[in-house]
Nanobody, 123 residues
């Protein structure tokens, strides 16, 4: 069972930037996604960005152009560079590793989750 540990969250003002990191206890191989999700208080968990082992990336519309997902194979680390942050980006951010061959955006496709890192954006 892979272990995922997120870090890098914090409190910033609107327009600021943060970089989240997620270190995995083992390398990620095969036809699968490793991704970032977030959950705001009282809301369902939503997908933010997905990185496929082929190198392709997918973003949800609200973060397109502001967030960048990347992965360092040598460090087994997933990153999320977040710029021009908005109050609606506030939430707990989780990284997750998906099942081989499953889709990007459904939380049900991800059996492995980190504990989360909190991002708070004030206006």
């Amino acid at each position: 069972q892979v272990q995922l540990v997120e870090s890098g969250g914090g409190s910033v003002q609107a327009g600021g930037s943060l970089r989240l990191s997620c270190v995995a206890s083992e390398s990620t191989r095969g036809n699968r996604y490793i991704s970032w999700f977030r959950q705001a208080p009282g809301k369902e968990r939503e997908w933010v960005a997905c990185f496929h082992t082929s190198g392709s990336t997918i973003y949800t519309g609200s973060v397109e152009g502001r967030f960048t997902i990347s992965h360092d194979n040598a460090k087994n680390t997933l990153y999320l560079q977040m710029s021009d942050l908005k109050p609606e980006d506030t939430g707990m951010y989780y990284c997750a590793r998906g099942r081989s061959g499953y889709s990007c955006s459904s939380p049900a496709a991800y059996p492995n989750w980190g504990q989360g890192t909190q991002v708070t954006v004030s206006s």
